[in-house]
């Protein structure tokens, strides 16, 4: 199953958010993976937020952490 990941702020994510895109901050995204991140490591991943930054983060701290197939979608606009 393929996740969507908004990697954006809380508010950010309230404000608009790609269909069923769930959101974890970037800023939030090291504390949950090591406490245990609810998707598998071999899952089909898309991060984005604003403009791309944020999601090329959540990229590395995702791969670093095992998982196989991890994808930059870069900011909102391009996930719409």
């Known amino acids: 199953m393929p996740y969507l990941v908004d990697v954006r702020s809380p508010a950010e994510f309230q404000m608009g958010h790609a ?3 769930i959101n974890i901050p970037v800023e939030q995204l090291a ?5 245990g991140l609810d998707l598998a490591t071999d899952a089909e991943i898309t991060v984005y937020c604003a403009a791309g930054g944020r999601a090329g983060v959540a990229k590395t701290l995702l791969e670093r952490a095992g998982y196989l197939h991890v994808t930059n979608g870069g900011g909102l606009s391009n996930m719409l």
């Open 19 to 21: 269909p069923g895109a």
């Open 31 to 35: 504390i949950k993976l090591s406490t």
